[in-house]
């Protein structure tokens, strides 16, 4: 299958920015869309922000002008930049893919989800 590696989350006072990183691994032969979700204490997951091979990129209402999605194609790579971070975006931080991938001679497709990486907003 495909494996997720999250980075990038940590302690941050109001104010502050964070860049959250997600790199996939594995037979990967084509990411359709790659995105970043959050969970916080006593809240469902919610979507934060998810890109596109072909560049789109939607976000949640919350997070418009702070946040900024970019991926990487080549390096299966997605990131999150987040500028002006308050209390209220503290959460666990979860990357997910989608897209397809080699199993042995067969093309199959994947749905992944990183492990989960902690931001915390907090003076």
């Known amino acids: 299958q495909v494996q997720l590696v999250e980075s990038g989350g940590g302690l941050v006072q109001p104010g502050g920015s964070l860049r959250l990183s997600c790199a996939a691994s594995g037979n990967v032969w084509r990411i359709n869309t790659m995105g970043w979700y959050r969970q916080a204490p006593g809240k469902q997951r919610e979507l934060v922000a998810v890109t596109t091979t072909g560049g789109d990129t939607n976000y949640v209402d919350s997070v418009k002008g702070r946040f900024t999605i970019s991926r990487d194609t080549a390096k299966n790579t997605v990131y999150l930049q987040m500028n002006s971070l308050q209390p209220v975006d503290t959460a666990v931080y979860y990357c997910?893919?989608?897209?397809?991938?080699?199993?042995?001679?067969?093309?199959?497709?994947?749905?992944?989800w990183g492990q989960g990486t902690q931001v915390t907003v907090s003076s």
């Open positions: 997910n893919a989608e897209g397809l991938y080699w199993g042995g001679l067969n093309v199959k497709s994947f749905g992944s």
